[in-house]
Each structure stands twice: as structure tokens, then as C-alpha cells.
């Protein structure tokens, strides 16, 4: 690039896009880069206040910033994305279906470490949907030095992808409804429904809901059963505090259940369990999940729907920034809720 008066520089390649800005109004490009500036093109130029302007002259070894954006996006990206063209230097990410999106955040620090490189991304782990963006990218400088541009190719070569949206699987889910009340008919089930639509939003079907009394037994059979009728995945609604009558814990154990964790340092959602029958996750589900709009559930849940194996030490990461604060407003997940 080099710099050039606007009055010289017509019949020239503009090298940028150059701003307009109206304050409350509008903020866009008044003339797009690759641009061949007209004599009519400078009274506009001068009253935007440029008085000289950027034309291509790209030396050996450089990049312009709209070719280094859309070589980080094409490094960076993995499935589930789309990208968008470069505007004023900058190309964004958007999801391409609903799903769990995935960063890998050590390679997001090592690319940002290095100078003139910017990488912006939203939480990982979080569900998005389609159309959603997810990260964007540039360059500081109008033009970069291309090795620059080589060394972040090698890291998302290295720890490929940095970016994606894992979709999430059809999954048939069991679910089990404990507490002597929904049992006998005393009270209405206001817990399968809730969790009944969470599913569906990520594709899933609950295949079967039993209903059981505050019962070992009983509940461990009916775990069993939804198994055997081919759920992939059985949750337990009720009974997971310290009262004595609560035994969700105990007839999951009871069902033959290998224990990963119960008990998460996540509010609300403290009291959750989450363990395994062979491979068929097996969750139990605290109250809160049925009165908050986001809660352990949310947290945990689209990340076993999308394939993923969560271990202890994904639960317990979940500390920083588990604890939801409550706005009159939930809009999670475009929150900090859960982004450790």
C-alpha cells in the first residue's frame, strides 16, 4: 500500500475500504476496496475527510487485510460454519446449523499472542443456532507481513478445528419421574414437560416417562426398563436433595450405575448426578431445572447430546462462572452463565 492525495489518485486501485460514518444513522463502507477511484469519487472523499487515500501497491511477501482475514477464517474454521466476505478487513464465522459450538481455547490464546493477529470468538460449549455468529477475525494493519498470517495456519493446522459447531444426535431419552405426590395423583408433573421441550429443542424424543414413587426399587426398575426399551440416555427428575425421602441418588446407583459425579459447582443446579450404564448416560435432574430458565441441565446436557464424553473435571471447571446471577431477564446462553 501506499499513501496517495485523493486528487492524485484517481484511475487508482483503492487499497481499503473507506468508512462513511452518519451518528445515528449509519456506519458502512462508502467505497469497497478494489474500488477504481473516479474524478467524482474525490469531493465525496474530502467531505468523509480523506485526504489521501490507501491504493494497492502490495510488495513481495505481504498480505492486504481482507485476503489475511480470509485466510484466518479458512485456517480456523471447521464443520458447521460459514463464513462471511470481508468488510472493512474483517471476516465473522456464522453457524451453519444448531448445535454445540467448540473452541479450542489454548490455540485461541497462542493465536492471539501473536502481534497484529485478532481472533475473537463467543464461549465454547455454549448451544448456538443457525445463523448465529460465533467469531470474528482480522488483522491490525491494512497489510501484514504474510508469514504472520503462516504462523497461525500452522497452529489451527496443529489443533485443528478452532472453531466449530458439533450438531447434535437424535438421541430417544428415558426419562423417570420420582415423588409419592405425581404418583398418586395428588399434584400435576410440571417436570417432564419442561424437560421435555429442552430435548426436543436439540432434536431429541423422549421415548417413555414413568412415573414412580419415592422408591429405590421401584426407580432402579424403571431405569432398567427405559434401557432395555433402547433410551440412549435416561434422566431422573425429583428427588435429589438431602431430605430422607429423597432416593434418586441411591436407586441410580442401585440400577447398576457407574457415578461420575454428584453434586456440581453450578447454581442452580448443585444437587445434579451425573453416571453411566455401560455407555447410556444417566442423569439425575435437581429441582431447579424445572423453575430456571437455564440451570446445570443446560450446561451439561448439549454437550452429551452432541457426543461428547463429560468427566469429572468438566464438571468441577464448571465453578468459574457457574453461578448464574439471576437477571430479570434471562438470555442465556448469550450470558456468561457457565463460561469458565
Known amino acids: 500500500m501506499k499513501a496517495v492525495p485523493v486528487e492524485s489518485a484517481v484511475g487508482m486501485v483503492l487499497g481499503h475500504d473507506v468508512t462513511r460514518i452518519i451518528p445515528g444513522a449509519m456506519k458502512g463502507p462508502a467505497f469497497k476496496r478494489g474500488h477504481i477511484i473516479q474524478s467524482e469519487d474525490v469531493p465525496a472523499l474530502l467531505d468523509i475527510g480523506k485526504q ?12 492486504h487485510e481482507d485476503e489475511a482475514a480470509l485466510r484466518l477464517a479458512k485456517a480456523a474454521a471447521g464443520e458447521g460454519l460459514t463464513m462471511t466476505a470481508p468488510s472493512e478487513g474483517r471476516v465473522n464465522l456464522i453457524a451453519a446449523r444448531s448445535g454445540l459450538l467448540k473452541i479450542d481455547v489454548g490455540a485461541l490464546h497462542r493465536i492471539n499472542a501473536i502481534e497484529q493477529i485478532v481472533v475473537a470468538t463467543v464461549h465454547t460449549h455454549h448451544p448456538v443456532t443457525a ?17 504472520k498470517i503462516e504462523a497461525v495456519e500452522a497452529v489451527c493446522r496443529e489443533t485443528f478445528p478452532l472453531v466449530c459447531v458439533k450438531a447434535f444426535r437424535s438421541l430417544q431419552v428415558g426419562m423417570v419421574t420420582t415423588g409419592s405426590e405425581v404418583y398418586h395423583g395428588r399434584i400435576e408433573d410440571k417436570f417432564g414437560p419442561v424437560v421435555r421441550k429442552k430435548f426436543e429443542d436439540m432434536g431429541c424424543r423422549i421415548i417413555r416417562q414413568i412415573l414412580v414413587s419415592d422408591d429405590v426399587a421401584a426407580t432402579a426398575d424403571a431405569i432398567g426398563a427405559l434401557i432395555d426399551e433402547g433410551a440412549q440416555m435416561v434422566v431422573v427428575t ?15 446407583r442401585a440400577a447398576g450405575a457407574e457415578v461420575v459425579t ?26 431447579c431445572v424445572m423453575y430456571y ?14 457426543g461428547e464424553k463429560v468427566l469429572r473435571e468438566d464438571i468441577t471447571a464448571l465453578g ?11 438470555r442465556y446462553p448469550i450470558c456468561g452463565f457457565g463460561c469458565g
Open 238 to 252: 425429583g428427588g435429589m436433595s438431602v431430605d430422607p425421602d429423597d432416593c434418586t441418588p441411591a436407586a441410580i
Open 262 to 287: 454428584y453434586g456440581a459447582p453450578v447454581f442452580p443446579g448443585a444437587m445434579f448426578m451425573l453416571a453411566h450404564i455401560g455407555e447410556i448416560p444417566v442423569l439425575g435432574l435437581p429441582g
Open 131 to 147: 445463523g448465529r455468529a460465533v467469531a470474528g477475525m482480522r488483522v491490525v494493519p491494512l497489510t501484514i507481513v504474510t508469514a
Open 320 to 330: 468459574h462462572g457457574g453461578y448464574c446471577s439471576g437477571c430479570a431477564e434471562c
Open 52 to 63: 489521501h487515500v490507501y491504493v494497492e501497491v502490495l510488495g513481495p511477501g505481504r498480505l
Open 293 to 306: 430458565r437455564a440451570s446445570i441441565f443446560d450446561l451439561v446436557v448439549p454437550r452429551i447430546v452432541a
